[in-house]
């Protein structure tokens, strides 16, 4: 795995890990990678500070795990173009200094970038992935078990936390 610290076309700084270096350059290309503050596909590689080895396994800054990847089974939100036999989106993760306002800026672009079904979500998502619908990002609302039932029938879906806005 590399990681790579990356910048949108917003001037948005976060992180990324991938299989090598040809896996972003690739992904990249065909408009894979996104930013995770405001959903913008130009994504570049940032300037990084080299890691070089001292000889001395002690002294080299570890690197820390790659991000884990929610399970299906943990999930309660699709995305259309998901549910299709696509390659896999990379993990992008803001860097530190943005996360206190991730939560608005979250829900922000989800209700600008994504069709709101409200608690039609699943049977949505189903119809959907089923191809009775036409493919669209959706987001809305779904109960634990239909979350369950979608991921048991090969229908992707995240669960996002949806908090209360911060100016009230």
Request: net charge negative; charged share 25%; hydrophobic share 35%.
């Amino acid at each position: 795995m590399i990681h790579y610290a990356l910048r949108c076309g917003g001037g948005h700084e976060f992180d990324g890990w991938f299989k090598d270096s040809a896996s972003f350059d690739a992904q990249a290309e065909s408009g894979l990678l996104d930013c995770p503050i405001c959903a913008d596909t130009t994504v570049r590689r940032a300037m990084m500070a080299p890691r070089l080895r001292t000889g001395s396994p002690a002294t080299a800054p570890a690197e820390p795990p790659p991000p884990a990847t929610p399970s299906a089974s943990q999930t309660g939100h699709a995305d259309a173009a998901s549910t299709n036999a696509a390659p896999t989106k990379a993990i992008a993760l803001p860097s530190k200094d943005s996360l206190p306002v991730m939560p608005d800026q979250v829900r922000a672009t989800l209700q600008r970038i994504r069709e709101y079904v409200g608690p039609r979500f699943a049977t949505a998502a189903r119809r959907i992935h089923d191809g009775a619908d036409p493919p669209r990002p959706i987001y809305g609302e779904a109960t634990p078990d239909e979350a369950e039932m979608l991921a048991e029938d090969g229908i992707e879906v995240a669960r996002i936390p949806w908090v209360p806005r911060a100016d009230g």
